[in-house]
């Protein structure tokens, strides 16, 4: 039940849109900061792709877990 539901309430629109744009932010800070001397020198192969994706998909999912945390305990709340 509880899984069902946090996968029910990432897939709202606001939480979806949210973790996009902390993704697109903090995902591009560390990029640079993690592969930017790759990027700067065209040392760009599959595996160093695989890894930039990954950098972006890291704070998608931190940011939704905190997302839908914060809404399902608000809800919680009100429904008490």
Known sequence: MLI?????TAGEPTI???SLKVS????TILMFINHGDK???SNIDATLIIKILMTYCVPFCVSTQASVSATLQSRKKVAQ
């Open 4 to 8: 069902t539901q946090f996968i029910k």
């Open 16 to 18: 979806l849109k949210r």
């Open 24 to 27: 697109m932010i903090v995902g």
């Open 39 to 41: 990027l700067l020198y």
